[in-house]
């Protein structure tokens, strides 16, 4: 029913940057949650940020002041800028998506397939 395509993974030197993009399609409502989760090798998947369709943000403590997540709401994307890279953020970045469909209550959550970052000098 949602479709969600990550790009902007890739190779990338310590205190580097990448920004990556997930494009979302299909049935989206206007009032949804989308949002970036990452797993290592051998790791939990973790949260890495989210953002809520009125720009709400929730960001993991060991991301705080390095990344930046976004939103376009007309194009369905959300991004994550990600400065000051380091090797322990080398991990799959999965792209997500929710919606609450009554109060206290979420639809199924979404996810790509992840695009991969690797921190690495």
């Known amino acids: 029913q949602v479709q969600l395509v990550e790009s902007g993974g890739g190779l990338v030197q310590p205190g580097g940057s990448l920004r990556l993009s997930c494009a979302a399609s299909g049935s989206i409502f206007s009032i949804n949650t989308m949002g970036w989760y990452r797993q290592a090798p051998g790791k939990p998947r973790e949260l890495v940020a989210t953002i809520a369709s009125g720009g709400s943000t929730n960001y993991a403590d060991s991301v705080k002041g390095r990344f930046t997540i976004s939103r376009d709401n007309v194009k369905n994307t959300v991004y994550l800028q990600m400065n000051s890279l380091e090797p322990e953020d080398t991990a799959v970045y999965y792209c997500?998506?929710?919606?609450?469909?009554?109060?206290?209550?979420?639809?199924?959550?979404?996810w790509g397939r992840g695009t991969q970052v690797t921190v690495s000098s």
């Open positions: 997500n998506y929710y919606r609450f469909i009554v109060g206290g209550i979420r639809s199924n959550d979404y």
